[in-house]
């Protein structure tokens, strides 16, 4: 069974920083594209940030461009996402995906709260 072992989530003031972590088996995090996903109360979830395998290719939502790095370091199996200048809607629950491409399938991690006061 295929576990994502998420942590660094947190209460944090607007404009202050998290990382969350999130950690998987060697075998799937080598060939996954991995990102973070999150879901706020009554909002669907949503993609945050995506990085291959090899970690030369990265995506973010608009929402967070400039603000928030994701990066992986392939030899702890590791992900992070760096958040900076937190906001109240950044607000949610940040879940840590597994993508592996063939045969396609996805794991998830177990969620890690986030939350931003204002």
């Known amino acids: 069974q295929v576990q994502l072992v998420e942590s660094g989530g947190g209460l944090v003031q607007a404009g202050g920083s998290l990382r969350l972590s999130c950690t998987t088996s060697?075998?799937?995090?080598?060939?996954?594209?991995m990102g973070w996903y999150r879901q706020a109360p009554g909002k669907q979830r949503e993609l945050v940030a995506t990085?291959?395998?090899?970690?030369?290719?990265?995506n973010y939502a608009d929402s967070v461009k400039g603000r928030f790095t994701i990066s992986r370091d392939n030899a702890k199996n590791t992900v992070y996402l760096q958040m900076n200048s937190l906001k109240p809607e950044d607000t949610a629950v940040y879940y840590c995906n597994s993508h592996v491409p063939f045969p396609r399938r996805d794991y998830w991690g177990q969620g890690t709260q986030v939350t931003v006061s204002s």
């Open positions: 060697r075998s799937i995090f080598s060939i996954s594209l």
């Open positions: 990085i291959n395998n090899g970690g030369s290719a990265t």
